[in-house]
């Protein structure tokens, strides 16, 4: 399984981005959806995340301007986060726990890039 993460990009501040990840290869099941980011110099930190269909849960740094959805169906997650400022430039990675038919197994997307900048 691959995950394949889209929507980086250079984006002014105040403005919005949204994110996409999708699972490719075959999955008997996603449990956990899930973005994190990475900022220059700091560790990566989890952004937002769903378990199965449940309520999303999201970061305090987004609460308020972001909305995180998923399509089981399809295997992919969006996460649409507005009211962007300079900290939120870093690279977002997906992350989907995927059984595999044995096994739950952790899966990392590629980065995606997201600068905020006038």
């Known amino acids: 399984v691959q995950l394949q993460a889209s929507g980086g990009g250079l984006f002014q501040p105040g403005g919005s981005v949204g994110l996409s990840c999708a699972a490719s290869?075959?999955?008997?099941?996603?449990?956990?959806m899930a973005w994190y980011r990475q900022a220059p110099g700091k560790q990566r930190e989890l952004v937002a995340a769903i378990i199965g269909d449940g309520v999303p849960d999201l970061a305090p740094f987004v609460m308020g301007r972001s909305t995180l959805s998923r399509d089981s169906a399809k295997n992919t997650v969006h996460l649409q986060l507005s009211g962007l400022n300079s900290e939120d430039t870093g690279i977002y990675y997906c992350?989907?726990?995927?059984?595999?038919?044995?096994?739950?197994?952790?899966?990392w997307g590629q980065g995606t890039l997201v600068t905020v900048s006038s």
């Open positions: 290869g075959t999955t008997f099941g996603v449990r956990k």
């Open positions: 992350h989907m726990t995927v059984w595999d038919g044995d096994y739950w197994t952790e899966r």
